[in-house]
């Protein structure tokens, strides 16, 4: 009886650490976040920034639908983003007391980019607004498969748009990211 009953909570541990393993997904690429060295002078560094963690949730304000795309370097605390009252900031947080960076895309309900935002293993996190130009977004999110349960595919910034008017391509690319995320609500 008492086999049985350690097979069981054994079970049972195993399953619950596959679920918890299932939440957090994969990343890889290779880009660049600006770090303010300085503030008073506006003085700056470039930081080197490769996720390996993907992480997807849903959230509503309202009657308005948004989706947001994470990716860090370390393996980040689901749970505890997942029960702040304010994940944008438990993230930043966790970018400072951590000392890793991390990148995060806010989707529209139209799946558009609306903000991204970084974090230079500081604490201190960049807001920047989607900008166009000779029409090439700078940040562009592509699916490879978007469903009610993962997220994968690609997040590619940059600024500038170099090209001869038939293709463009970002004059300084900053990011090239793949991402597969389960989608948490």
């Known amino acids: 009886?008492?086999?049985?009953?350690?097979?069981?909570?054994?079970?049972?541990?195993?399953?619950?650490?596959?679920?918890?393993?299932?939440?957090?997904?994969?990343?890889?690429?290779?880009?660049?976040?600006?770090r303010i060295v300085e503030p008073m002078t506006g003085k700056s560094e470039q930081v080197t920034f490769q996720p390996r963690y993907s992480y997807a949730y849903s959230e509503s304000t309202g009657a308005?639908?948004?989706?947001?795309i994470v990716l860090t370097e370390k393996e980040p605390p689901l749970k505890s983003w997942a029960a702040?009252?304010?994940?944008?900031?438990?993230?930043?947080?966790?970018?400072?007391?951590?000392?890793?960076?991390f990148v995060a895309v806010k989707l529209d309900a139209d799946w558009k980019v609306d903000l991204y935002f970084l974090c230079p293993a500081n604490g201190a996190v960049n807001t920047e607004?989607?900008?166009t130009w000779n029409g090439l977004d700078s940040v562009v999110v592509g699916f490879e498969i978007r469903d009610t349960k993962?997220?994968?595919?690609?997040?590619?910034?940059?600024?500038?748009?170099?090209?001869?008017?038939?293709?463009?391509?970002?004059?300084?690319?900053?990011?090239?990211?793949?991402?597969?995320?389960p989608l948490s609500k």
Not at 64 to 68: G, R
């Open 150 to 181: 993962r997220l994968k595919g690609t997040l590619r910034t940059g600024s500038g748009a170099c090209g001869d008017g038939e293709s463009w391509t970002y004059c300084t690319p900053t990011g090239d990211y793949t991402f597969d995320a």
């Open 129 to 131: 607004m989607l900008s």
């Open 84 to 101: 702040a009252k304010d994940r944008a900031q438990a993230r930043q947080l966790w970018c400072g007391t951590e000392k890793t960076s």
């Open 64 to 68: 308005t639908k948004f989706t947001w």
């Open 1 to 34: 009886m008492l086999n049985r009953i350690a097979v069981l909570v054994l079970a049972s541990c195993v399953w619950a650490g596959a679920l918890q393993a299932q939440e957090v997904g994969s990343a890889s690429g290779k880009g660049t976040i600006e």
